[in-house]
């Protein structure tokens, strides 16, 4: 063991009275042999307490660690030390002005001077509070700036190791961060030591848990802090998984708040690079740290799957650390390592499902099919907030690229078990009636890409029972008029895509594994498909279209639901027992984008209970207006706000605007191309449709003279108005073009504009 005596100033020729003096153990940076670290069964059987701990080994007693811990009589004799901090008089005074920010009767005048009073701390001290005899013997103006850092690092200290006051500590804190990033080029910070300092703290506050929360969270973001300030320049700073994995070899709550201090690590690490260098810590960190970190929570998942831990609090804190961790990791913002991380995805991935563009050296974590079982168990295990959250992870991995996985069968594999999962949650309804675990399902149901191909797969009567289940379950949520828009607009997404997917043919799903469908891989896998398919018309082809058909089925009556539930809604808000869903107008209109494409293969059923729908409200307004009752025409209008807004989303979602550019000799014309997925017979419906719409806006019309009328539904009828302007529009350019050119037939595709 080699003791060595630091003397940071030296270098600027201070005199000895000003130089920064740490005296601790350096045996682990000088590259000192350390025991791994241990597995969480022996930390158990070990009774939490590692053996170096208990004999205190080496002359280290516990929180000895990193040089001493924080807190007034708990400090050790060999805890970094500043000299010149304050005396008993001063600290009481810096007490007294900070906890006025805290105390109810304080005048805005003592806010206000707490405030300044704080912000002041956040920098050097004035020349004045220097001594005038170390002043003098500064060589420079860099070099008295730098006895002003010193003396407010020591003020600083001072107060973290002797203030009882928790709002004095976490003010402290905050100013000794907010110092170092502001002045982390100054050579004679000891920024190492005061890492070390505050890994102490945290070390003993594990064990004790003597101070607030913010406290140690205050002191975890200044471990954060300086770790990415010095990752480029130290490597001490880069070793630091190393250091804490000291918290790994003690007892449960030390494990806890090591996996915490990761967490904070990621967080403070994943920030937006707006400068080369910034890019360049980013990727070093991807690179060097970030799997090991993901391994380290995955890794405690699985062993407090086989392993027990008494006191099921302690494993609940445990359990919940490990899964706030991996879904920080797999939530990094992969996308600006376009050079490291995958990118094969396509438009619908990226805007629609989000998916993650993980490295491609993290196959082997995420294509493990036991971590998906092990997280529905931990699902079954635990309630909020774990349960949640082993949604929350299982939806990150759900959201990984196709070409991730080697094969179709490797894919199928995992998503079998999420498949099985599922069903088993729709069948049980376990946790469901609690609201975040509830909407983290409906997110996760949201981002299964290919359940309908999963299903397919399967026997036909076991995947109708699963879309039995699926569809009850969002019908039951649709009416449910306390269910969130963000819930809902999840499950909308979910029965989107596996209508989508539903009329899809099987060799395009095929051509998304082992990197797309250009490699030869992939096109040999949509040969082989389309082959099979060709051979096999009367037998495979049949039953396959007899599955897809299968999604179909349901359909009319989740619309239904959504409809209802939206006029449900209404009665909810006027009661006050919800927020008015018609007053959030970009989640309303994100959520009617989407119901065309649902309704799409089945518009004519679901346009027909859509009219007999306007068919009953339009008598009650009526009613209620001849009758002058304000609460229950308000009630009317507002129902009748919601139909027609569905109304103006099922007649435009048939047509699609697109801007094409055409380059005729030296000259660019934008030219907007319109398109329809029509089917014949939905004209009707659309004229069945606004025929209602516009008696609606006649009658709305002949109310204007004596009261207006509710200004959604005005806004409603003008959007219906112009989503019919389009398909007017569109039916216009169809017949221009037929008649340039009769022998088509009629296009299913129309200019209409030239800018």
Not at 319 to 329: E, H, K, M, P
Request: glycine content about 6%; some cysteine.
């Amino acid at each position: 063991m080699v003791w060595v005596l630091v003397v940071l100033a030296s270098r600027q020729h201070l005199p000895p009275s000003q130089a920064i003096v740490t005296s601790h153990v350096h045996q682990y940076s000088r590259g000192a042999a350390r025991a791994p670290a241990r597995p969480l069964l022996e930390l158990l059987d070990a009774g939490g307490v590692h053996a170096d701990w208990r004999r205190g080994g080496a002359g280290r007693t516990r929180g000895q660690v990193w040089g001493g811990a924080p807190g007034g009589a708990g400090r050790l004799a060999g805890a970094l030390r500043l000299r010149g901090g304050m005396d008993a008089a001063r600290q009481h005074e810096f007490e007294a002005i900070l906890e006025r920010l805290q105390q109810p009767d304080a005048t805005p005048q003592e806010r206000q001077h707490a405030q300044q009073f704080a912000l002041l701390l956040q920098n050097p001290v004035d020349f004045s509070e220097v001594d005038p005899e170390q002043l003098a013997a500064a060589p420079d103006a860099n070099g008295r700036k730098q006895l002003a850092i010193q003396k407010r690092l020591a003020q600083l200290q001072h107060v973290l190791d002797n203030s009882k006051s928790p709002t004095a500590q976490v003010v402290a804190c905050n100013s000794l961060t907010a110092l170092i990033t502001n002045h982390w080029d100054n050579s004679t910070l000891p920024h190492i030591e005061i890492r070390n300092y505050a890994l102490s703290f945290l070390f003993t506050q594990a064990g004790t848990q003597t101070a607030p929360g913010y406290v140690v969270r205050a002191m975890t973001r200044l471990f954060s802090r300086i770790t990415r300030l010095g990752w480029l320049t130290s490597e001490a700073h880069r070793n630091v998984l190393q250091e804490l994995n000291r918290f790994f070899d003690a007892s449960i709550e030390h494990f806890v708040m090591g996996l915490q201090l990761m967490f904070d690590l990621v967080e403070e690490l994943d920030v937006p690079a707006h400068t080369r260098k910034e890019l360049i810590l980013k990727r070093q960190f991807l690179t060097m740290a970030l799997l090991k970190i993901l391994k380290t929570a995955i890794d405690t998942l699985q062993k407090l799957q086989t392993q027990m831990i008494p006191e099921a609090h302690k494993a609940a804190r445990l359990t919940d650390a490990a899964l706030q961790l991996a879904i920080r990791c797999l939530s990094y913002d992969f996308i600006g390592h376009a050079s490291l991380a995958h990118t094969s995805q396509t438009t619908e991935d990226v805007a629609e499902t989000q998916t993650l563009a993980i490295p491609l050296s993290w196959k082997s974590e995420i294509r493990d099919p036991e971590l998906t079982d092990m997280l529905f168990s931990v699902y079954y295990k635990y309630s909020v907030p774990q349960s949640s959250r082993a949604l929350e992870l299982l939806l990150l991995l759900s959201s990984v690229p196709r070409s991730l996985y080697d094969s179709s069968q490797s894919y199928l594999d995992i998503g079998g078990r999420v498949f099985n999962g599922v069903r088993e949650i729709f069948a049980s309804r376990r946790g469901l009636e609690e609201r975040e675990t509830h909407h983290t399902f409906c997110r996760l149901l949201g981002a299964l890409r290919d359940v309908d191909f999963v299903g397919r797969q399967r026997k036909e009567e076991e995947y109708k029972e699963w879309l039995l289940a699926a569809a009850n379950f969002t019908k039951d949520t649709f009416r449910d008029s306390d269910t969130p828009s963000n819930s809902m607009h999840y499950l909308l997404q979910f029965w989107s895509r596996l209508v989508v997917s539903s009329r899809a043919g099987e060799a395009v799903v095929l051509g998304g594994y082992g990197g797309g469908a250009t490699t030869p891989a992939g096109l040999w896998q949509r040969m082989v498909a389309m082959h099979n398919q060709e051979d096999d018309e009367d037998g495979f082809a049949v039953e396959a279209r007899r599955k897809r058909a299968l999604v179909q089925e349901f359909v009319p009556s989740v619309v239904d639901a959504y409809i209802a539930g939206r006029l449900a809604s209404v009665e909810a808000a006027m009661q006050g027992r919800i927020e008015d869903p018609l007053d959030d107008v970009e989640m309303l209109q994100t959520q009617l984008e989407v119901l065309p494409r649902i309704a799409a293969m089945q518009y004519g059923d679901i346009g027909a209970r859509l009219v007999q729908t306007i068919d009953l409200l339009v008598p009650a307004y009526e009613h209620a207006l001849s009758s002058s009752n304000a609460q229950q025409v308000q009630l009317v209008e507002a129902k009748l706000a919601w139909l027609v807004r569905v109304s103006a989303a099922m007649v435009g979602g048939h047509y699609t605007l697109e801007t094409q550019i055409k380059i005729e000799g030296s000259r660019v014309r934008p030219t907007a191309v319109m398109g329809t997925n029509m089917q014949e017979g939905d004209e009707l419906v659309d004229a069945d449709v606004s025929r209602r719409m516009l008696q609606l806006i006649m009658m709305t019309q002949n109310k204007a003279a004596s009261r207006r009328c509710d200004y959604r539904l005005e806004l409603a009828l003008l959007s219906f108005m112009d989503r019919l302007k389009q398909g007017l529009l569109y039916v216009d350019a169809a017949i221009e073009q037929d008649k340039e050119a009769p022998a088509e037939g009629g296009a299913r595709e129309a200019q209409v504009f030239h800018f």
